[in-house]
């Protein structure tokens, strides 16, 4: 059965640094990504890489601070946070599609990051 687990979350100061990873299980997957969702707020958009590691993407309040990457041999996706903020204050969640134009339809069962000012 094909499983994403997250680990990596943690309470860390503004202007601080975590790396997310996410170890997948059961299949191999197409695109990967990470999602997250702040207290009240819906589900909203992180990164994304292809399965060659050729394509990434990012949504705008990220850009430059966090970097998404995967290890192919290990299975595992990362997301590289430096600099911080408390707006990233979030459940972030991996995501996965089994075939790349599909939706993500595999959810891992997400991991806190709370960043204080």
């Known amino acids: 059965q094909a499983q994403l687990v997250e680990s990596g979350g943690g309470l860390v100061q503004a202007g601080g640094s975590l790396r997310l990873s996410c170890a997948a299980s059961g299949r191999t997957f197409s695109r990967m990504g990470w999602f997250r969702q702040a207290p009240g707020k819906e589900r909203e958009f992180v990164a994304s890489i292809s399965s060659s590691s050729s394509t990434t993407d990012y949504a705008d309040p990220v850009k430059g601070r966090f970097t998404i990457s995967r290890d192919n041999a290990k299975n595992t996706v990362y997301l590289q946070m430096n600099s911080l903020k408390p707006e990233d204050t979030a459940v972030y969640y991996c995501?996965?599609?089994?075939?790349?134009?599909?939706?993500?339809?595999?959810w891992g069962q997400g991991t806190q990051v709370t960043v204080s000012s």
């Open positions: 995501a996965a599609k089994a075939v790349v134009f599909q939706n993500y339809n595999y």
